[in-house]
């Protein structure tokens, strides 16, 4: 059975940082392409980013180029997002999800993890 468990959401300021973990089991980690997305209230889930199992590419929305970075540890079969000057749009609860074919359709999806990011 494969888990995604997020962690490390919050509330945190303006400008503040906040490091979101994903731990994956049941799947061969290092063989998966893991994005993270998010979901504002009243709105559609959307692409935050993503780091191929391949050769470890990162990929960015716009909105977070320069400010969020994301890294895996396939020997913990874990994945992060670290988050640095945060804006109160960045509020929203984050996933983490699993791609075997890296091509944009995730297999896995974590229940989310809640970041609130006050002005």
């Known amino acids: 059975q494969v888990q995604l468990v997020e962690s490390g959401g919050g509330l945190v300021q303006a400008g503040g940082s906040l490091r979101l973990s994903c731990a994956a089991s049941g799947l061969t980690f290092s063989s998966y392409t893991m994005g993270w997305f998010r979901q504002a209230p009243g709105k559609e889930r959307k692409f935050v980013g993503a780091i191929s199992w391949i050769d470890g590419i990162t990929y960015y929305t716009d909105s977070v180029k320069g400010r969020f970075t994301t890294s895996r540890d396939n020997a913990e079969n874990t994945v992060y997002l670290q988050m640095n000057s945060l804006k109160p749009e960045d509020t929203a609860v984050y996933y983490c999800?699993?791609?075997?074919?890296?091509?944009?359709?995730?297999?896995?999806w974590g229940q989310g993890t809640q970041v609130t990011v006050s002005s």
């Open positions: 999800a699993a791609s075997v074919k890296g091509n944009g359709y995730y297999d896995y």
